[in-house]
């Protein structure tokens, strides 16, 4: 008998739960599975099924599934079962699901049917087993590993897969010293960041003056969970939302460098089965333009990234003005001309367009930069003003809006990034300065950002009076002074609010040797997993994994081949693994990867590992 732990138990565990039992259908081989997650098996912590309805996800349901297959006439099992939104329109019938940001606790209900799903397909000398414990240990035993639970249990493995997602660092620096300000005085509350379903925010009391650190995704989970979360509710009206309180919310005070909340995913235009081709960014045209030279990202792969999307975007300019036919011509004339960059703006201007400049990722990311405010009022007018637009663009969607359009497609490219730099394809001082510390905060900013609702709604708070934002470059501060945080925007005259609660709303950078998880610590003391160094400089904090299957290298440099880590654990060593799930339209990265890895977990013992 063959025996896998898969450690973790959300969609990536999940993934490769599905591609196992597919591939073990009619094998007959003995084959005994223990799936182990600290919180629920099946869906994991950030997906749990207890958490309330307003804390969403940020892509459409019509653009996920979890099976490697489209349903059939068969019943739901590894290889054909309905997309996110198929099953949603059964679960919750009377309205199509396709376009819709469902609760996270949503998906987590899909994930428990897939699981059901797969454990009624098993075949009889297949066993599964759901662990619900947390793993503290792993170590080699002989030809497999021994895996240490709570409670004292152990476990012995064949092969183990971890997939543990979101992890819980350790702070340092300038965080560590806000935490221990507030521990030296009781009325004062930190709380790190992570997933806001984990923070207790129940436990801010009804008027408290709170700081919120960062406007991206988390932030709008925040102010939900202390808005909505507290009885408040939104209401239309001709002018947009309007908010009333219910009466327990505390004031937020929220800031960012930009100082402005980030902007909202365009109403979706796409069918499920959508899928972009390239024209300027593709694997093959950016390699043969660095000519054998180790790739730089702003030099080699940045001008036709850029030349993608504003391709999208002028093909969206002239639809508007000239209808699709003329855009369509454009399209097929760019097409025509072989992906060459400077033919983009030749193009352009013969269909008239001079007069559109591209998509300036710096200019879109910080609307506010080197910009100073006299007062509030005038800060305020100008985000209101901006907020207003955001809407009005993600209004016309992800087709019709030329700069939604242009931002969407960002999207669509993720996965010819990650073929051109995952494993050091870049030069340590590009893959640092380049793509993690430029391209990647901006692309996430723009392209990925809250359900348009979201955007409303901060609207409405901010005129309600529930919600300010400080401004742009916001600090905070431990005031020995007043015993209190300070909230600070340099760039509006008078921009200065003491808080007592500090909440961070962001997520935490994966950085393996700042995990608090007694399992990374383990197998970083037992050379089991190392930190990927980029060239001997960039200590990029992500697990140093090889190549599909993705082996973890230990501390020697030698991969274990009866391991596999996938996902967040392996980001910077790859790119962008907080993807959710492959799309209805095919198998992406996130399902081959789980096949590569099933593949070879389920290898005969008798048979030499590579």
Wanted: glycine content about 12%; proline content about 8%; overall charge negative.
């Amino acid at each position: 008998m063959t025996s896998i732990a898969l450690v973790g138990g959300g969609p990536r565990a999940m993934s490769v739960l599905e591609r196992l039992a597919a591939r073990a259908a009619g094998s007959g081989e003995p084959l005994d599975i223990h799936v182990i997650d600290a919180v629920q098996v099946g869906c994991g912590r950030v997906w749990r099924t207890d958490q309330p309805d307003w804390y969403l996800m940020n892509t459409v349901a019509g653009e996920i599934t979890a099976f490697s297959g489209p349903p059939d006439d068969g019943p739901a099992r590894p290889g054909a079962g309905p997309s996110f939104a198929q099953w949603w329109d059964t679960a919750e019938p009377g309205r199509d699901h396709a376009d819709a940001y469902a609760p996270r606790r949503v998906y987590g209900r899909y994930l428990l049917f897939l699981l059901d799903a797969i454990e009624r397909a098993l075949p009889p000398s297949a066993t599964l087993h759901r662990v619900t414990a947390t793993v503290s240990d792993l170590r080699k035993d002989g030809e497999g590993y021994r895996l240490s639970l709570d409670g004292g249990r152990e476990l012995y493995v064949d092969r183990a897969a971890l997939v543990t997602g979101h992890a819980r660092p350790r702070l340092t620096g300038p965080l560590r010293e806000l935490q221990r300000f507030a521990e030296t005085r009781p009325g004062l509350r930190y709380i790190p960041g992570g997933s806001a379903a984990d923070m207790p925010l129940a436990e801010i009391p009804p008027g408290a003056k709170v700081g919120v650190i960062g406007m991206g995704l988390t932030f709008y989970d925040v102010v939900a969970a202390l808005t909505v979360g507290r009885g408040g509710t939104f209401t239309a009206s001709r002018d947009g939302l309007v908010y009333t309180p219910g009466g327990d919310e505390p004031f937020l005070v929220a800031g960012s460098r930009s100082g402005f909340p980030q902007p909202g995913r365009g109403r979706n235009q796409k069918p499920s089965g959508y899928s972009y081709r390239p024209v300027f960014f593709t694997e093959e045209r950016v390699r043969a333009a660095a000519a054998g030279e180790r790739l730089d990202f702003h030099r080699h792969l940045l001008p036709r990234l850029m030349a993608e999307a504003d391709f999208v975007h002028l093909t969206a300019v002239l639809r508007e003005r000239h209808g699709d036919d003329v855009a369509e011509e454009f399209a097929a004339r760019v097409r025509a001309d072989g992906g060459a960059v400077p033919e983009l703006a030749h193009c352009a201007a013969e269909f008239g367009l001079d007069d559109v400049r591209g998509l300036d990722f710096d200019a879109l990311a910080r609307p506010f930069a080197d910009r100073t405010f006299a007062d509030r009022a005038t800060f305020d007018k100008e985000l209101l003003a901006g907020l207003d637009a955001d809407v009005r663009e993600a209004e016309r969607g992800n087709v019709d809006s030329p700069v939604k359009a242009g931002l969407d497609v960002l999207r669509s490219l993720r996965w010819i990034i990650r073929e051109l730099t995952d494993f050091g394809g870049l030069t340590p001082a590009s893959h640092r300065d380049g793509l993690v510390g430029w391209y990647a905060p901006r692309s996430a900013f723009l392209a990925a950002g809250p359900p348009l609702s979201r955007v409303r709604e901060t609207r409405a708070l901010i005129e309600a009076g529930v919600l300010r934002v400080i401004g742009p470059q916001a600090t905070y501060t431990a005031d020995t002074a007043t015993g209190r945080f300070g909230v600070r925007s340099p760039r509006v005259a008078g921009a200065s609010e003491a808080v007592d609660v500090l909440v961070d709303a962001r997520i935490p950078d994966p950085d393996v040797r700042a995990d608090s998880s007694a399992l990374t610590r383990a197998l970083l003391r037992r050379g089991l997993w190392s930190e990927f160094v980029n060239g001997g400089e960039f200590a990029t904090g992500g697990v140093h994994v090889t190549p599909s299957p993705f082996h973890p290298l230990g501390a020697d440099g030698r991969p274990d081949h009866g391991l596999h880590v996938l996902g967040i654990p392996s980001e910077y060593s790859r790119y962008f693994t907080q993807v959710v799930a492959t799309g209805p339209a095919g198998w992406s990265e996130f399902m081959r990867d789980a096949d590569d890895v099933a593949a070879h977990m389920l290898r005969p013992a008798a048979l030499p590992l590579p």
